[in-house]
């Protein structure tokens, strides 16, 4: 699966699915990077992290901008915050071991299942 056509595969897929609902790293990427490519949780999540910077949706960004859906000052801070996070987060990751960042994670989408699920 570690294949030209498999990698681009995945990547139009988690971006289909980044530019229509807004996810795509974590919830894709990630979890077919382990089961798919082999990879050890945390190589998946630094993979995953690499690939998404660049092209964080910057054309899903800008079809949402022109539409006008785009808070622009609440979007800088969250960024800001998402480098002090993303730089803690990664160096707490390095610590643990690969079974108990694989059952976070796991229970993270689970919640974040249930929680979607339930409300109205």
């Known amino acids: 699966m570690r294949s030209f056509l498999g990698s681009f ?3 139009a897929f988690a971006g289909v ?4 609902v807004g996810i795509g790293g974590g919830i894709i990427i990630v979890p077919a990077l382990v089961y798919f490519f082999g990879m050890d949780q945390k190589t998946a999540q630094g993979t995953s ?10 054309l899903a960004f800008l079809e949402y901008y ?4 785009v808070d622009v000052k609440v ?15 990664g160096e ?6 690969q079974a ?9 989408l689970l919640i974040t299942a249930v929680k979607m699920w339930t409300e109205k």
Do not use: D, E, N, Y
Request: hydrophobic share 60%.
């Open 9 to 11: 595969s995945l990547g």
């Open 17 to 20: 699915l980044s530019g229509l």
């Open 49 to 58: 992290l690499a690939v998404l910077l660049p092209p964080t949706g910057l």
């Open 66 to 69: 022109r539409a006008g859906h």
């Open 75 to 89: 979007g800088a801070l969250i960024i800001v915050g998402l480098l002090l996070g993303g730089w803690l987060g």
């Open 92 to 97: 707490f990751a390095q610590q643990l071991p």
């Open 100 to 108: 108990a960042l694989r059952k976070i994670f796991a229970a993270l």
